[in-house]
Every structure is written in C-alpha cells, then in structure tokens.
C-alpha cells in the first residue's frame, strides 16, 4: 500500500537530533520490507498554534509503500515519545514525483 506519513517535531531538540529521528523511522520501513518512495525535510516552521509549549517544529514528509503494522507500530512509538508533536498517514493512489513548494531540499528552476 501507498502512504503519505507527515508528521512534526519539536522545535526545541536540535536540527541532528530531529535529522535522526527521522532517519531512524526512514530506516524501520527498508528494514520491514517497505520502501521509501519519497521523503522532504520542510525544515523549522513557526506553527499555527502552540503544541505542548512549543511554537516552531521540524516537518518531515514521507512517502512510501509498507504494510500498514509499520505505520500502527509506530504510531504506538510516537505516542509515547514527547518530541514528536504530530503525525499522521494518509493511504494514497499515487506519488507526485515532483517537490512540494515546501521542500527545503528543491533545486529551482532558473
């Protein structure tokens, strides 16, 4: 299956540790047998409101194709971890190829 995992970070751990956290999540899928698809770094971005004290997080995008037990374990993961301050999976058709206007990593055009 297809899915689109976005999910936020707080603001206050440093950019290596966040960068990790989101490795070692990177890493669980092409382990399991899933692959990565895709994946965006939206870097450090104020937030709407504030979430647990926090008002700026780190946004990561991920698009891949695993089993669903991945996401559900660790989904179970997130909730018990206080640095992660949203995350969600949405089960998707297909995967735009190209970079969202969001993706601190894109090339522009010129």
Same mark, same amino acid.
């Given at each position: ?8 970070? =707080?603001?206050? $751990?440093?950019? !290596? =540790?966040?960068? +990790? %956290? ?5 890493? /669980? $899928? *092409? %382990?399991?047998? @899933?692959?990565?698809? !895709?994946?965006? =770094?939206? @870097? ?5 409101? %504030?979430?647990?004290? #926090? =008002? %700026? @997080?780190?946004?990561?995008? $991920? ?8 996401? #559900?374990?660790?989904?179970? $993961?997130? +909730? ?10 949405? /089960? ?5 190829? &190209?970079?969202?206007?969001? &993706?601190? #990593? !894109?090339?522009? *055009? !010129?």
């Amino acid at each position: 299956m297809l899915y689109e995992s976005v999910f936020i970070l =707080s603001g206050q $751990i440093s950019p !290596k =540790s966040a960068e +990790k %956290k989101f490795n070692s999540f990177t890493e /669980k $899928i *092409n %382990k399991s047998g @899933g692959k990565i698809l !895709k994946t965006e =770094s939206w @870097g450090l971005r104020s937030l709407a409101y %504030k979430i647990n004290k #926090n =008002s %700026k @997080g780190y946004y990561y995008l $991920i698009n891949s194709d695993c089993d669903s037990k991945i996401l #559900n374990e660790f989904n179970s $993961i997130v +909730k018990q971890d206080d640095e992660f301050l949203r995350f969600f999976n949405l /089960k998707i058709k297909s995967i735009d190829k &190209n970079p969202s206007q969001l &993706n601190e #990593n !894109k090339v522009e *055009n !010129k």
